[in-house]
């Protein structure tokens, strides 16, 4: 059974930064693409970086140059590095692998950003 386990997420300031990871376990081979998604309060879901597994990587216009995307395919972990947080960047977190044709969501993890 896969299992996608999220941690870093918090309560911030403004202009302050926090590092996202999702480990995800009953995984026996190589993960294909790995990504973070965020959802706010009333929006839909919506893409904030990707990474496939050969390390290319895209990102969502509104947290290019201040988000990172990362993989440690030993671990079995994506990263996601996000400096210079705004309040807009409010919103649950989740992971997502892409593995055997399927995907896996993790449960979230909530990032709050005050003004």
């Known amino acids: 059974q896969v299992q996608l386990v999220e941690s870093g997420g918090g309560l911030v300031q403004a202009g302050g930064s926090l590092r996202l990871s999702c480990t995800a376990s009953g995984i026996t081979f190589s993960i294909n693409a790995m990504g973070w998604y965020r959802q706010a309060p009333g929006k839909p879901r919506e893409l904030v970086a990707g990474?496939?597994?050969?390390?290319?990587?895209n990102y969502a216009d509104s947290v290019k140059g201040r988000f990172t995307i990362s993989r440690d395919n030993a671990k079995n972990t994506v990263y996601l590095q996000m400096n210079s947080l705004k309040p807009e960047d409010t919103a649950v977190y989740y992971c997502?692998?892409?593995?055997?044709?399927?995907?896996?969501w993790g449960q979230g993890t909530q990032v709050t950003v005050s003004s």
């Open positions: 990474i496939t597994s050969g390390d290319s990587t």
């Open positions: 997502k692998v892409e593995w055997t044709g399927y995907d896996f």
